[in-house]
């Protein structure tokens, strides 16, 4: 089945230490985003690449960068993850520029800080 | 900047009751699209909205777009324990960028059987 696959399900990282999180697809979905979502929060939109092009929302702290080398990768770069970081990270695609598309996410990645 | 805000933040129900949460945006909307997050688990869209006024159902579910497009409300028939979960409404404006959605904050519904 087509999907969004986010790697791993779990991150244990300490204060400080650059961590990656992944994510594929197979949907072929040209728009591809990352949300932090905190315990009963709303996702918050961090960043999204249209194909290549990449956005990033005005308050998204500098800390995190985001890769995407291909259609299906996009990785999400913390450089020194503070406590604040914690959170659960979601990966969604959709396609195109078109209104009324809905987004797919992936099962998420939640990231602990030691 | 645009705000989504959701009423009520949290509802608790009895098996067979009925739910209801409300949406709406400081903004006029292009569309509004409606997401449920079990818990634990990672937002699924439901259905959107296009057209002011407009109704569509699924089932027990019921959703309406306002005639202004700045409102949106998720109505729930006779609940069961399987709708538990955070429904968040996601808006959409058109204005050359990609689809972009600002989230709902969001309504957490517990259903006791």
């Known amino acids: 089945d087509a999907m969004v696959i986010q790697n791993p399900r779990y991150q244990v990282t300490q204060f400080g230490k650059p961590v990656t999180l992944s994510c594929s697809q197979t949907l072929n979905h040209n728009v591809m985003y990352w949300y932090q979502q905190k315990s009963s929060q709303a996702p918050k939109l961090l960043f999204h690449y249209y194909d290549k092009d990449f956005n990033n929302e005005a308050d998204t702290p500098d800390n995190f960068q985001s890769r995407r080398p291909n259609t299906s990768f996009c990785f999400l770069d913390i450089r020194s993850p503070g406590l604040g970081d914690a959170a659960m990270y979601l990966c969604a695609t959709g396609n195109d520029r078109g209104l009324g598309q809905p987004q797919h996410f992936g099962d998420g990645t939640r990231l602990s800080i030691l | 900047g645009q705000q989504v805000m959701q009423i009520p933040q949290y509802q608790h129900v009895q098996e067979g009751e009925d739910f209801t949460t409300y949406c709406n945006s400081s903004t006029t909307l292009s569309n509004i699209q409606w997401y449920k997050q079990r818990p634990g688990g990672h937002p699924v869209f439901l259905i959107q909205?296009?057209?002011?006024?407009e109704v569509k159902k699924q089932k027990r579910l019921t959703f309406q777009f306002g005639e202004a497009k700045k409102n949106s409300s998720l109505h729930i028939t006779a609940t069961q324990t399987t709708d538990v979960g955070t429904y968040f409404c996601?808006?959409?404006?058109?204005?050359?960028?990609?689809?972009?959605?600002?989230f709902g904050t969001g309504t957490l519904l517990a259903v006791q059987p």
């Open positions: 909205l296009v057209k002011s006024g």
């Open positions: 996601a808006a959409q404006n058109y204005g050359g960028a990609t689809n972009k959605l600002i």
